[in-house]
């Protein structure tokens, strides 16, 4: 059908408080941005500055209920991390204005298929089968920052099955959100509906069909996936 090509949906987050979804524009992800997760995927963050990567917009799914394994993979990763939420965008934006481009956050899970990135990095290929796959990026519903302040610290965590996997204070990151957006801006235009997931700490880790994941950032949210 010709009308379907014409109406196709946006893909979008729900907003605390609102009745209007945010719509997704593009999804940056920023990769070895925590110096422990960095030396657990060894690396050396004393001599490897932060990644960035995409994946696609249609890519993400609201974090919540039950989120089909993906296959591909033997080895599913967890990566929690905070995600940041533009209400606008430009260009070489200084880190000082930086704050002013950011409509709210959500809690996020970079879902990687290790063993596929594993492969990418040996044959220097590319990561999008292994970062950029169907729903890999589900994410939280979005808390304006109007409700919650800027978000420069606090704890991310992560437990699977209950078991606390990850859990980091947002403070060691190596770049914070502001130089992010100024090092991003530098390489793309920025826009109102992109989404920037800031990197994750340490202690990512293999997750099977039938875990029950629970992560959380203080002040932002907190997520419960079944992967089924
Ligand atoms: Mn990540």
């Given at each position: 059908m010709i009308s379907s090509l014409f109406d196709l949906p946006r893909p979008t987050l729900p907003i605390i408080g609102e009745t209007v979804a945010f719509p997704v524009r593009r999804i940056y992800c920023i990769g070895r941005n925590y110096a422990a997760h960095t030396r657990e995927m060894g690396g050396d963050p004393a001599i490897q500055a932060p990644i960035f990567f995409m994946k696609p917009a249609d890519a993400v799914t609201l974090a919540a209920g039950a989120l089909p394994f993906p296959g591909?993979?033997?080895?599913?990763?967890?990566?929690?991390?905070?995600?940041?939420a533009l209400g606008s965008g430009g260009r070489n934006i200084e880190p000082a204005d930086a704050m002013s481009t950011v409509y709210g956050y959500g809690v996020g899970i970079d879902l990687t298929k290790r063993d596929r990135q594993a492969e990418a990095k040996a044959a220097g290929q590319p990561w999008d089968r292994a970062k950029g796959f169907d729903r890999s990026a589900p994410v939280s519903e979005i808390?304006?920052?109007?409700?919650?302040?800027?978000?420069?610290?606090?704890?991310?965590?992560?437990?699977?099955?209950?078991?606390?996997?990850?859990?980091?204070?947002?403070?060691?990151?190596?770049?914070?959100?502001?130089?992010?957006?100024?090092?991003?801006?530098?390489?793309?235009?920025?826009?109102?509906?992109?989404?920037?997931?800031?990197?994750?700490?340490?202690?990512?880790?293999?997750?099977?069909?039938?875990d029950r994941i629970t992560a959380g950032v203080d002040e932002v949210g907190r997520i419960e996936l079944i992967l089924s």
């Open positions: 591909d993979t033997m080895d599913l990763h967890h990566e929690v991390e905070l995600v940041a808390r304006p920052l109007a409700r919650c302040g800027p978000v420069h610290s606090g704890r991310i965590w992560l437990a699977v099955n209950g078991e606390t996997r990850q859990s980091a204070d947002l403070s060691t990151m190596i770049w914070d959100l502001p130089n992010i957006i100024a090092k991003l801006s530098a390489i793309w235009t920025l826009a109102a509906g992109d989404l920037i997931f800031t990197g994750t700490p340490e202690g990512v880790g293999r997750i099977l069909p039938g």
